[in-house]
């Protein structure tokens, strides 16, 4: 018996006599991870973006509209580079850079970086610019010393 989820020809499979969740059980192998997500909390006005995989151009500035959407510039953010990698070109990197710019004269919140030490040097020309904001801005190699930064009572 085969499942008529729209996601292809799985296997359905029961569990206590019910059929499977479509979302459940087909939702990983339908669609592929998606490199920079992020999680808009306004009760803790924070944001956490994680980049995953290889990370475009495109990817970044559909962050940015979101974050810019919900009201959410002032927002203290915490980005997670470790297991993102980079496919933009110094191009791409200037024209983000200089998106960041556009967004200075907005309020913004404390920024918390997590790289590795190696990587921070490709990124230098973003990082330039979003280092002139009026805001607290951090390295970090972990998440743990990230969070204790931005929210040093948590």
């Not at 974050?67 to 791409?92: E, L």
């Not at 920024?111 to 330039?128: E, F, N, S, T």
Request: charged content about 25%; glycine content about 8%; hydrophobic content about 45%.
């Amino acid at each position: 018996m085969y499942c008529a989820c729209g996601f292809g020809r799985w296997p359905v499979y029961r569990r206590q006599g019910r059929d499977c969740d479509a979302f459940a059980r087909h939702d990983a192998r339908a669609w592929p991870p998606v490199p920079v997500h992020w999680l808009i909390d306004s009760r803790s006005r924070l944001v956490v973006v994680t980049a995953e995989g290889y990370v475009t151009r495109a990817e970044m500035e559909e962050y940015l509209e979101a974050v810019t959407g919900a009201n959410a510039n002032a927002y203290a953010k915490i980005f997670d580079g470790r297991a993102g990698k980079s496919c933009m070109d110094t191009t791409d990197l200037l024209a983000l850079g200089a998106r960041f710019r556009v967004m200075h004269s907005e309020p913004h919140g404390p920024l918390a970086i997590v790289l590795q030490p190696a990587r921070r040097h490709r990124l230098q020309p973003v990082l330039g610019m979003l280092a002139a904001a009026e805001r607290p801005m951090r390295f970090f190699s972990g998440m743990r010393a990230a969070k204790r930064w931005i929210k040093p009572g948590a």
